[in-house]
């Protein structure tokens, strides 16, 4: 963090003539490591660092990034964000003086127990070799991977209004694949954390459990060779917190995003269903349904002190009781709209403006346990990590893929079903949600590759949730 | 930077390798102008610099690969680029050796670049702003200098630099009502984009007219070129890479059994020699012009990446394992013709978010987006309101393919994920009997 906050002082001692600037530099170190079938992948260390200038200047507003971090590349950048200011100002969708300013001063910084550097590389891959021949014990699995993946963002956010927030975000990601094939069929299943990230360091490797996993993997990949098609039918479903982080993700995080609702995204992840009339009133779900955008959970994917444009983060309740709140909209899109928001204005990196977000969307647990909630169930399937995703453009008409699941028959878990899927409609599924697991099933995870924005930008999401059961539900599976 | 700074950089490097050791140097650069629109109007303008320098250091049969973000400046590169050479060094020390491990041990050389009229981007901006007036447009203008990189301590130097430009955008009517449109290339002409931009006033015209709900079931089809992109996009998910195919993973393995195949007509081709992206690989192969895929409706190839190629013992000819400049075979169809030849159908412009639905056979789900219509009798009637399709494309380009058109849309992406893409495809439109839409 030094390093960047000299890198600041000398943005500063040049800081550029203009009504407002801020000042986002960006550090990432990223370490791979993986062993398939055996065999030691080739490892990768990456690098990155840059820097955003973003000024409100002459009634228009323009960005600059740059990889070159010395005064003569800080100053260019400040320059060809003042071109594009002047753009903006001419031609722009709305007024510069609706742009957020921020004075915030806050620091951050994963908490970690156990530093990535305090394991040497060939004792990490020891662990990784071990993990990977767990996985291999039959010869229908044809392939089998086992990795640990290490992610530092540090990033240092300065305002010319005197903000200053200091984020550094640790993330040790471990992961199990095993694929399994007889004849023209071929089923894959995950574990070992690859679904489940959180913020942390090596700590994580015994927390997801990346060995002692590595049998159940493999030896589910096996059994769903064999087991039937997943039925098409209409049946109550209970999704499991690995496969509900997507519903959640896909059919309420997305269609909150108010720059969606204001049009950004129509040309590419699209618009949304969600209307700003709804705020407030709507019914988007049973009274089961609690939201929350929540920064504060320790160790969730996108827990911090600030979003990109120095807003604080502060806990806020989406949807209550059923009824749709607000919106996901950092301070400029609350500007542009006269709505309600959060702190979710994110950045993918140094080089792409921030826009809104997800952050950490929760659903909020209920009461009850897993077995609970099956105990409801008559006739019912329960399905197991995502593997396919697909909703329409308004974020409304949906299908899912799962890599396992279960009849429920009777309250009661009964065989395996193979490449089962469901689809529904997100104004009306919500509302089918019959059950809500308590806090002892709760899980925190999220995805690491949500994408979105023009130019384009992956970020992290974090999700919370317990499992859920919902009701008449169209399930299916597999085949031509 | 420049090809020059590069090399010199790389040049710089080589001389500091001990012994045996063997270095491949990469290196990615653009200067983009993004600017994105709403309404017609600027939502968000700006500038990227970006340089990236990739590493991978070899001994003997060890290997290890790293990258760092360069600035531009040749004293402060040459210190990043050091200090990621000796981590990679030491961590050389701790990994075993590679079986996989795959270069180019003949040193070769290229360098190619084109040549490009662009305007600066402001003025396009607004030559755009002014010819889409009373529209509400939406979209994302990219344009500038980008270039691709490799040198090596064996040999090699290929250099690739191209300017273009891409806007890609869609005008909407109103909710989900909308057309879309692409103009991407290395020439500007304002011309093109004024007939662009009257062609959609007149699908808006279309779109003004009451949407029309289908029910679930099967339908007749015509897929524009666009469409067929996204389900070319879901094959090369893991359709056509020799990874996939030697470990029971693609999609295609019904047909790489003989038990499924596509129609006859279909013939599908890696392009390299047709496509933007550059003809070297990271590993210093050079890649052949083209590479067939699927010939006759069955299969023919893989794609073989330097790793891939060595664990199966496959030449390599692709530097990944997904295609970059991927071409589907023309028919007999003139694009004229096919609303006659649809009769009454659907006339699919774009699809959205495809997936797997069941990968096994090929089946692929995805949304109906910009662009898609009723059409009664050869005329195209009314919008529809967006659907859901579940199909396998073992029907669709197979026992359900009634045609191919003879003219092919050259489609760039504009994808930005990882800087501006080079990727493109090459591909008519598809006429089908029948599409099953789901929801």
């Known amino acids: 963090m030094q390093h960047l906050c000299d890198i600041a002082e000398r943005f500063l001692s040049q800081a550029p003539a203009c009504d407002y600037w801020t000042l986002r530099l960006v550090e990432e170190e990223h370490d791979h490591l993986e062993v398939r079938q055996g065999v030691v992948e080739p490892s990768r260390l990456t690098y990155t660092s840059g820097a955003m200038v973003t000024l409100v200047k002459d009634g228009g507003i323009g960005y600059g990034a740059t990889s070159d971090l010395s005064a003569a590349g800080l100053r260019a950048a400040a320059e060809r964000a003042a071109g594009w200011a002047r753009v903006h100002a001419r031609l722009g969708l709305f007024e510069a003086g609706i742009y957020p300013r921020s004075s915030t001063r806050a620091d951050y910084r994963t908490p970690v127990e156990e530093p990535w550097s305090t394991l040497p590389i060939g004792e990490k891959l020891d662990i990784l070799q071990a993990a990977n021949d767990a996985l291999a014990i039959d010869d229908r699995i044809v392939d089998w991977s086992a990795w640990l993946a290490r992610r530092r963002v540090s990033q240092l956010l300065i305002t010319s209004d005197g903000g200053r927030v200091s984020q550094v975000l640790d993330y040790v990601h471990p992961g199990l694949v095993a694929v399994a094939n007889a004849g023209s069929q071929t089923q894959r299943r995950h574990g070992g954390g690859s679904d489940g990230s959180q913020q942390g360091g090596l700590e994580r490797i015994v927390a997801v459990c990346l060995l002692e996993e590595a049998p159940r993997v493999a030896e589910e990949a096996l059994a769903l060779l064999d087991a039937p098609e997943c039925p098409t039918d209409t049946r109550d479903l209970v999704l499991l917190p690995s496969q509900m982080v997507l519903q959640i993700h896909e059919s309420i995080g997305h269609p909150l995003e108010l720059d969606r609702i204001l049009g950004d995204e129509r040309n590419y992840a699209g618009t949304s269903f969600v209307t700003p009339g709804m705020f407030g009133r709507y019914r988007y779900g049973s009274e089961l349904l609690n939201v929350t955008f929540d920064p504060t959970v320790p160790m969730e994917l996108v827990s911090g002190v600030a979003d990109d444009e120095g807003a604080p983060a502060v806990r806020e309740y989406l949807i209550r009781r059923g009824i749709l709140e607000r919106p996901l909209g950092g301070a400029l899109s609350q500007a542009r709209a006269g709505l309600p928001g959060t702190a979710n204005t994110r950045a993918s990196s140094w080089d792409r403006p921030p826009i809104d977000r997800m952050g950490n969307i929760n659903l909020e647990p209920g009461e009850g346990s897993l077995a609970d909630l099956i105990a409801q169930v008559e006739r019912g399937i329960l399905m197991d990590t995502n593997r396919s995703w697909s909703i329409d453009d308004s974020r409304n008409k949906f299908q899912f893929g799962c890599e396992l699941g279960r009849l429920i028959e009777d309250g009661e878990l009964k065989g395996l079903v193979r490449n089962p899927g469901y689809r529904g409609i997100s104004a009306s599924f919500w509302r089918s949600l019959d059950g809500v697991g308590g806090p002892e099933s709760l899980e925190i995870r999220g995805v690491c590759n949500c994408g979105k924005g023009e130019p384009n930008q992956s970020v992290y999401v974090g999700h919370a949730t317990p499992p859920c059961l919902f009701r008449d539900v169209a399930v299916f599976g597999g085949g031509e | ?439």
């Open chain 2, 1 to 439: 930077m420049n090809a020059d700074a590069f090399f010199a950089l790389a040049d710089h490097l080589n001389a500091e390798l001990h012994g045996a050791e063997i270095l491949f140097s990469n290196l990615s650069n653009e200067s983009s102008d993004f600017v994105r629109l709403n309404r017609n109007r600027v939502r968000q303008a700006g500038h990227v610099g970006a340089t990236a320098l990739d590493l991978t250091l070899i001994e003997g049969s060890k290997q290890v690969e790293g990258g760092c973000d360069l600035s531009g400046d040749p004293t402060e590169d040459q210190v990043r680029a050091r200090r990621l050479l000796a981590r990679l060094r030491e961590r050389l020390a701790h990994v075993p050796d590679d079986p996989y491990l795959s270069y180019s041990a003949e040193p070769s050389e290229s360098d190619r670049r084109s040549d490009a009229r662009l305007p600066p981007a402001a003025e396009a901006i607004g030559a755009l702003i002014e010819s889409a007036d009373g529209m509400d447009l939406v979209g994302i203008w990219a344009s500038g200098e980008i270039a691709e990189g490799l040198a090596s301590s064996i040999g090699h130097r290929h250099w690739h630099a191209s300017a273009s430009f891409n806007l890609d955008w869609s005008c909407y009517l109103e909710a989900d009502k909308a057309v879309k449109s692409a103009y991407s290339g290395f020439d500007w002409d304002p011309a093109i984009l004024r007939a662009k931009l009257e062609a959609m006033r007149e699908g808006l015209h279309i779109m003004s007219r009451p949407a029309r709900i289908l029910e679930p079931g099967r339908y007749r089809a015509y897929l524009a070129p666009s469409a067929v992109g996204e389900l070319m996009g879901m094959l090369a998910w893991g359709g056509f890479d020799l990874k996939s195919h030697r470990t029971h993973q693609t999609p295609l393995l019904k047909m790489t059994r003989g038990k499924r195949s596509f129609d006859p007509r279909i013939g599908i081709h890696e392009e390299h020699d047709r496509g933007l992206a550059p003809r070297f690989t990271a590993e210093g192969f050079p890649t052949p012009p083209r590479v067939a895929l699927v010939e006759g409706g069955r299969f023919a190839g893989c794609l073989v990446d330097a790793r891939s190629g060595k664990e199966y013992g496959e030449p390599v000819n692709a530097a990944s394992d997904a295609p970059g400049s991927l071409g589907l075979d023309a028919g007999t169809l003139d694009v004229a013709d096919v609303a006659g030849q649809l009769d009454t159908g659907l006339w699919i412009g774009n699809l959205w978010y495809c997936n797997w639905s069941d990968p096994n056979d090929c089946r692929v789900t995805g949304m109906t987006r910009f662009g898609t219509y009723w059409v009664e009798a050869g005329e195209i009637v009314a919008p529809v309101k967006v659907m859901r399709f579940d199909d396998s494309l073992y029907h669709l380009l197979g026992d359900r393919l009634e045609g191919l058109t003879r003219e092919r849309e050259l489609l760039l992406s504009a994808e930005t994920y990882d800087g501006r893409s080079t990727d493109s495809a090459l591909l008519p439109g598809v006429l089908v009997s029948g599409i099953d839409l789901t929801l």
